[in-house]
Antibody, heavy 119, light 107 residues
Framework: EVQLVESGGGLVQPGGSLRLSCAAS????????MHWVRQAPGKGLVWVSR????????TYADSVKGRFTISRDNAKNTLYLQMNSLRAEDTAVYYC????????????WGQGILVTVSS | SYELTQPPSVSVSPGQTARITCSGD??????AYWYQQKPGQAPVLVIY???ERPSGIPERFSGSSSGTTVTLTISGVQAEDEADYYC??????????FGTGTKVTVL
């Protein structure tokens, strides 16, 4: 069974940093591109970033470029999102998602982890 | 930045047909995808590559494309279809984008 479990969320002050993790199981993690998507409370989905299967290529939304870094450790079956210079508008539930090569879209999603940026 | 525009809400009676549109300039050149999201849950992919249905998704869900607009159609709407629906595509640089979202209410 495919499972994606996010961790590392919580309350952080504006300007602070946080690192999210997404532990993957039930599939060959190193073969899949992965994404981070976020959703502010009561708002819509917003794509954040993606990384290719070996970690050599990354893409970011303009709103997080230069502040967030996506990475992965294929030996540990884990995806990361390092978030620096956090702002109140980064408050959201963050989802990791697996991209299916055939569907060419995220097909499995984690349950999400809440990040709150507030003083 | 690239935007995908959806109507905020659609209301439909059980058994009727719901149509949700998504408009974006790059849609003639990029595939569109549709996700269903129920409260407190992660999104679920219901349509990929404009009109393909993943395994396990009911046949009442279908997708179509025409020019700068893609449409998700739910035929014979059931109470369990009440949810938020999001289209998703990408721009030429590979940056993904989600639509503004549509809340489907089953009357």
């Amino acid at each position: 069974e495919v499972q994606l479990v996010e961790s590392g969320g919580g309350l952080v002050q504006p300007g602070g940093s946080l690192r999210l993790s997404c532990a993957a199981s039930g599939f060959t993690f190193s073969s899949y591109w992965m994404h981070w998507v976020r959703q502010a409370p009561g708002k819509g989905l917003v794509w954040v970033s993606r990384i290719n299967s070996d970690g050599s290529s990354t893409t970011y939304a303009d709103s997080v470029k230069g502040r967030f870094t996506i990475s992965r450790d294929n030996a540990k079956n884990t995806l990361y999102l390092q978030m620096n210079s956090l702002r109140a508008e980064d408050t959201a539930v963050y989802y990791c998602a697996r991209r299916n090569d055939i569907l060419t879209a995220p097909d499995y999603w984690g349950q999400g982890i809440l990040v709150t940026v507030s003083s | 930045s690239y935007e995908l525009t959806q109507p905020p809400s659609v209301s439909v009676s059980p058994g009727q047909t719901a149509r949700i549109t998504c408009s974006g300039d790059a849609l003639p050149k990029q595939f569109a995808y549709w996700y269903q999201q129920k409260p407190g849950q992660a999104p679920v992919l219901v349509i990929y590559k404009d009109s393909e249905r993943p395994s396990g998704i009911p046949e009442r869900f279908s997708g179509s494309s025409s020019g700068t607009t893609v449409t998700l159609t739910i035929s014979g709407v059931q109470a369990e279809d009440e949810a938020d629906y999001y289209c998703q595509s990408a721009d030429s640089s590979g940056t993904y984008v989600f639509g503004t979202g549509t809340k489907v209410t089953v009357l």
